[in-house]
């Protein structure tokens, strides 16, 4: 099987859509336990898979306590350092946090943490937005290989990865299949 997107060869699923509920249900657990519950508690998805599983989070959160966390989205793109060498001409997603965060915990919620990058473009971000007591960061999957002394406090599944693999989340919302997979992309560079 082939990624059309990217060209590369598949080589696992990691996780079922089974598999990333359980996942999801034990972050929620924990951001309740490590803030003593939600009192002025917000997540933020990063867009663009981010969001749809910070309001996943955020459902379950309300199931367990009674209470639903307001959720934002978080548009990145101008606050990337690697702006110029992606497009002379931006295409921005807009953000949407129609609450104030200050002196809130703000949860930044991403898919995937590699290399720390976009997770340091979030935190700039969101700073320019208020000040909030704390920031944490959730990943459904942290890979490894992080560049920055940035580490998510909630992590789904930490999957060991090469630099010449791609770990792609696939989400209803989004996309047209649900999982967490793996890419290789050494015979696509090498051949």
């Known amino acids: 099987m082939r990624n059309a997107r990217m060209d590369m060869e598949y080589k696992a699923a990691l996780m079922s859509s089974e598999d990333m509920l359980r996942a999801l249900k034990r972050i929620s657990h924990q951001i309740i336990e490590k803030n003593r519950g939600l009192d002025k508690v917000c997540l933020v998805g990063i867009k663009t898979r981010g969001v749809p599983l910070a309001r996943r989070l955020a459902a379950i959160i309300g199931d ?6 307001p959720v934002g989205e978080l548009d990145i793109t101008l606050y990337r350092d690697d702006l110029s060498r992606i497009s002379e001409t931006p295409k ?60 998510p406090n909630f992590v789904g599944k930490n999957i060991p990865t090469s630099t010449d693999e791609v770990v792609a989340v696939r989400l209803r919302e989004t996309d047209d299949s649900e999982g967490v997979y793996i890419f290789d992309k050494s015979d696509i560079i090498s051949g």
Do not use: N, W
């Open 64 to 69: 367990i306590e009674g209470t639903v966390p």
């Open 92 to 151: 921005l997603k807009g953000s949407s946090i129609d609450f104030s965060i200050e002196d809130m915990t703000v949860v930044l919620v991403d898919d995937v943490i590699y290399t720390a990058r976009t997770a340091r473009a979030a935190l700039e971000a969101v700073m320019k937005l208020g000040r909030p007591a704390k920031v944490q960061l959730c990943a459904l999957v942290d890979r490894g290989h992080t560049e920055l002394p940035i580490r």
